[in-house]
C-alpha cells in the first residue's frame, strides 16, 4: 500500500474531453460529456474522468472537491445504524408492533447516505458510471422519503385524519411518489447537457414533492397550534420537528442556489462549497427528524392507544419491499437506456476544452 500512488488532481482547464459517449444525440454542437464533470464555481480539485475504481478509493483519502461530499454521508451512515442497532436491541422494543415504523424509517435513513458516498466516490470513472452512480443515489432517496411516510402515519397524524382516507392512503401515496421521484430525477439527468436549468427544475421538483407530501401531517398541526403557546394539546409538535422543517428549507435552498461557490468561484473548491454544506444540512434533519418521531412515540403512545391499532409488520414490510423492487426497475430500465447507443467504451482524446472552459469561468 505505501507504494501506492494518490490520483492527480485536475483544474477546471484540465478536464479532457470524454468521446464516444452513450448520448451524443442529446448534446449540442461544440460540448462533449467532459461537460458533465464540472460544477459551477468550482474550479479545481477534479478527479480524471477516467479514474479506476481504485483511484477512486484513494481520492476519499486525498483533498478534492469530493473527498468531504464522500465523508459527510460515509460517518452519518455508522451514526444512523448504531442508532438502529441501539432501539433494535432494547429490551423488548422490536417484538414490539407500535416500534416497527420506527425500525422502517431507520433503514433508508442508513442506507441513503451510504448510496450518496459510494456514488461521490465512484461517479469520476465514466460518464456511464456517473450516471449510473447518481441513479442509484436518487432512488435510495426516494426509498428514504418513502421511509419518513411509516412513522408520520403511526405517530405523527393530526386526530382529525386518523381513520380518514388520507390515513388510509398515505403510506400508499407515498411508496407511488418515490417511483415519481426516481423516475423524474433519473430522467433529468438527460437534458441536462441542452438545458441545464430545466434539469435543475425537475431534479429540484423530484424531491420537493415528496417531502411536502410527507409533512402534509406537521404543516396540519403546525396551523393548528399557531398561536396557540403550548395549548394544542396532542397537536404539539416537539423543537425537533422545527429543527428539521428548518434543516430541510436548508438543504433544499443550498441545493438550488449553489452558494457560496458561484460568489467566489475557486474559493470553495475543497471546503465549504455547497453541496457539502446540503449533505451536512441533510444529515442534520434526518437526525432532528429521528429525534421529533421518538418525541411523538412517547408523548402520544397512550392517546394513540386508545385511538388505533398498531400497524402490522407484514404489511409494512411489503410495501417497502414492493417499493424496493420498483425503484429498482426504474433504475434498470434508465441504465439499459445508457447502454443502447454505440457500444464502444468512452475514451480520452485530444486536449483540454478551451471554449468550454473560458465560458465557464465567465
Known sequence: MLS??????LQIHQVPPV?????QFLLPRGLTEAEVFWEDGIMSGYRRPTSSALDCVLSSFQMTNETVNIWTHFLPTWYFLWRLLELAGG?????EPYHWPLLIFLLPACLYPFASCCAHTFSSMSPRARHIC?????????LYSLGCAFPY????MPASWLHGRLHQLFVPAAALNSFLCTGLSCYSRF???????????LRTAAFTYPFLFDNLPLFYRLGLCWGRGHNCGQEALSTSHGYHLF???????????HLPERLAPG????????HQLFHICAVLGTHFQLEAVLADMGSRRAWLATQEPPLGLVGTVATLGMAVAGNLLIIAAFTASLFRGPRTCPLLQGGPLEGGTKARQQ
Open 4 to 9: 501506492l500512488r494518490l490520483p492527480q488532481l
Open 19 to 23: 468521446r464516444a459517449s452513450t448520448h
Open 91 to 95: 429490551p423488548g422494543f422490536g417484538a
Open 134 to 142: 447518481y441513479f442509484l443515489d436518487y432512488g435510495a432517496l426516494s
Open 153 to 156: 402515519a403511526a405517530y405523527s
Open 191 to 201: 437534458p441536462e447537457l441542452e438545458s441545464p436549468g430545466l434539469s435543475k427544475i
Open 247 to 257: 434543516c430541510a428549507l436548508l438543504t433544499g435552498f443550498l441545493f438550488a442556489s
Open 267 to 274: 474559493r470553495f473548491d475543497y471546503i465549504g462549497h455547497s
